[in-house]
């Protein structure tokens, strides 16, 4: 049983203590659902002119609770392979996570329901063992990992690394990283978007999410690499934007609808004011959309609704202090 299994009973455990026959909840579109019985198997749920109750999987609900802790956004769709009432599991969930959710409506005009706070992506440490195991004796649970970095490692290091210490991996292309290094005049080798999506494709069940082969100040190369690693790899990635971009691009990339969109280029800024009118606009014009915030280490992280962050070139104590907090989520 994984980590966000255990903590799916707990939560159903603690939601069991409330719900007696009678009680009700709402589903996203306001709808009245009253729970007539509890089973060991199941939930019998009754809605409003409803001629008799249907059933719940008390199991399926525990599968959804750890899918929802695991990916802190869901939609109704995402849930219907777990029930055939997906819009009454969202309620469900919503009810068990009220205190720590909130609901949002999407472009699409769909019910989000996000979990509140952040969750921290340590990252710098394909090659480093010790840093991995500091991460998982602090409750760490999710990594930042470059492509860049990894394509170097033909023995797949990481993999033993990631299951040896029960870490989660997102996985970004290490564009930064190539230019950063041309910057400084090393002659490396291009990311080519067919290596990346063969590599994601081949490693994907170690892959929780990837973000995409984004190209500064090229929309049209990074929108041609969004859809083709979403043809390829059979699942999309995260898309990026980048604060020196027009913001009719990051228009675009909204109505498409994306879960969460990476926010990248702001670690070319020197203004810490700058950038805070940057990401205050964002947020103004986005208010329902989930940001992962790219390449930055200032105050300025604590002072936005981020769904996700990476933190690199941590310490023990930083580790200490934000893992066990935030990263448990």
């Known amino acids: 049983m994984n980590y966000y299994d255990i903590k799916a009973k707990e939560k159903e455990r603690q939601f069991l203590k409330k719900c007696k026959e009678g009680f009700f909840y709402f589903t996203?579109?306001?709808?009245?659902?009253?729970?007539?019985?509890?089973?060991?198997?199941?939930?019998?749920?009754s809605t409003e002119g409803s001629k008799s109750p249907f059933r719940i999987s008390r199991y399926r609900l525990?599968?959804?609770?750890?899918?929802?802790?695991?990916?802190?956004?869901?939609i109704r769709k995402d849930l219907e392979s777990y029930s055939n009432f997906s819009s009454s599991l969202l309620g469900l969930l919503r009810i068990i996570f009220s205190e720590v959710s909130k609901i949002q409506r999407t472009v699409h005009g769909l019910l989000r329901l996000t979990m509140k706070g952040v969750r921290f992506l340590f990252s710098g440490v394909p090659r480093s063992p010790g840093?991995?195991?500091?991460?998982?004796?602090?409750?760490?649970k999710w990594v930042l990992l470059s492509y860049y970095h990894l394509r170097d490692d033909p023995q797949n290091h990481w993999i033993e690394y990631l299951t040896c210490y029960d870490l989660r991996m997102v996985?970004?292309?290490?564009?930064?990283?190539?230019?950063?290094?041309?910057?400084?005049?090393?002659?490396?080798?291009?990311?080519?978007?067919?290596?990346?999506?063969?590599?994601?494709?081949?490693?994907?069940?170690?892959?929780?999410?990837?973000?995409?082969?984004?190209?500064?100040?090229?929309?049209v190369m990074t929108h041609f690499n969004q859809r083709y690693?979403?043809?390829?790899?059979?699942?999309?990635p995260i898309p990026?934007?980048?604060?020196?971009?027009?913001?009719?691009?990051?228009?675009?990339?909204?109505?498409?609808?994306?879960?969460?969109?990476?926010?990248?280029?702001?670690?070319?800024?020197?203004?810490?004011?700058?950038?805070?009118?940057?990401?205050?606009?964002?947020?103004?014009?986005?208010?329902?959309?989930?940001?992962?915030?790219?390449?930055l280490s200032s105050a300025l992280l604590w002072e936005f609704d981020?769904?996700?962050?990476?933190?690199h070139g941590f310490s023990v104590q930083n580790v200490t202090k934000l893992s066990y907090p935030l990263i448990s989520l």
């Open 229 to 236: 690693l979403t043809q390829y790899v059979g699942r999309p």
């Open 62 to 74: 525990r599968k959804a609770i750890s899918f929802f802790l695991l990916k802190r956004t869901v």
């Open 171 to 219: 996985l970004d292309s290490g564009e930064f990283s190539l230019w950063n290094a041309r910057e400084k005049g090393l002659n490396v080798p291009p990311i080519t978007v067919e290596d990346y999506a063969a590599f994601v494709r081949k490693h994907e069940k170690y892959i929780d999410a990837y973000f995409t082969l984004d190209r500064v100040g090229d929309p």
């Open 306 to 311: 981020w769904l996700s962050r990476y933190l």
């Open 131 to 140: 840093d991995m195991e500091l991460i998982q004796q602090n409750n760490g």
């Open 240 to 295: 990026i934007w980048h604060v020196q971009s027009d913001w009719n691009e990051l228009d675009q990339v909204v109505s498409e609808d994306h879960e969460v969109i990476g926010i990248g280029g702001s670690v070319k800024i020197r203004s810490e004011e700058k950038k805070r009118t940057i990401f205050q606009e964002i947020f103004k014009r986005y208010p329902n959309q989930n940001f992962h915030c790219l390449g």
């Open 28 to 45: 996203g579109n306001g709808r009245k659902n009253w729970v007539v019985q509890v089973t060991k198997q199941s939930f019998h749920v």
